[in-house]
């Protein structure tokens, strides 16, 4: 079992032609995912073959890409201003999961098309700015790298790439039922509280790492969720405790306010809601370790 994506699941890339694009259908190819098509409307009708011999078509809409491969999925990686309407299409469409890669996505764009999907009640948004979505040995919709850590029992939400990374890394000898970094900005398709009920309610998952960060009240949130029906254990972990109040540090939803939104507060409540908090990724994963070796 996984959460969201899984061997059967069949990836389209919006933006497969781009050089983004291309770099990393290569890369989710390699990594054994299903890529049945592409999407570009200048290109409709053309083929492009990948290392491997691989002939992936290419097709002028979402709509003609899933009538063509029957996909449930799709990688956008088109550029910021292009963003807000191929998320659109894709739910017109009728897309289940629709992972956004784009970073430097106007937030009124993504409050726009999320709230259409959320009208259209048909379409998950992992993203944007985000690295996507891993389950591993079964599919990567994203950039993560799929060579850093095999299957297991944990599972793992993060706002942030590079620690999403981090962490399967140091847990590679454990392995993870799926990894999902759900972007950093204001405003987000999936939060963490929708990855703790999936991981929640996935057999394959034992426990859970949390990563956020700095900023909002994403991280209050679902500490106040995991009290009542979140039953696995969880370790988590909050990047930002040295962060100046009220400088935005690197993700443009990583901004603090008074004593809102700091790193202090966040940990404060998630080990209230009975939650392990690292001091660091390395420690986070330490915490985990044990957790993984009092559940062997």
């Not at 696995?232 to 405790?241: A, D, I, L, R, T």
């Amino acid at each position: 079992m996984a959460i969201f994506l899984d061997e059967n699941s069949r990836v389209i890339v919006q933006g497969m032609t781009g050089s983004e694009g291309m770099k990393h259908t290569i890369r989710m190819l390699a990594s054994g995912t299903r890529i049945a098509g592409g999407v570009n409307p200048r290109k409709d009708g053309a083929h492009v073959t990948f290392p491997g011999g691989q002939d992936i078509p290419v097709y002028g809409t979402v709509a003609a890409a899933m009538a063509g491969t029957g996909a449930n999925v799709s990688v956008v990686f088109v550029p910021a201003p292009s963003a807000r309407q191929a998320v659109i299409e894709a739910v017109d469409a009728g897309m289940p999961l629709v992972v956004v890669i784009t970073e430097g996505v106007a937030v009124r764009d993504t409050a726009e098309f999320f709230n259409y999907a959320a009208r259209a009640g048909t379409t998950r948004i992992i993203g944007p700015n985000c690295p996507g979505i891993i389950s591993p040995g079964k599919a990567n919709a994203g950039i993560i790298p799929a060579d850093i850590c095999g299957p297991g029992r944990i599972g793992l939400v993060s706002k942030s790439g590079t620690l999403t990374y981090q962490m399967m890394f140091e847990l590679s000898d454990f392995g993870f039922s799926t990894a999902v970094g759900i972007g950093g900005d204001p405003v987000i398709g999936t939060t963490h509280i929708d990855c703790l009920e999936a991981f929640e309610q996935d057999p394959q998952t034992a426990a859970i790492v949390m990563i956020g960060e700095i900023g909002g009240d994403a991280e209050e949130r679902a500490a106040a969720y995991i009290k009542d029906p979140v039953t696995k254990p969880v370790v988590g972990y909050v990047s930002g405790f040295t962060a100046p109040e009220g400088k935005t540090m690197g993700h443009a939803g990583a901004i603090v306010s008074g004593g809102a939104g700091t790193a202090a507060a966040k940990k404060a409540a998630l080990e209230a809601a009975g939650v392990k908090v690292g001091q660091t990724p390395s420690d986070t994963a330490r915490l985990m370790r044990e957790v993984m070796s009092s559940l062997c």
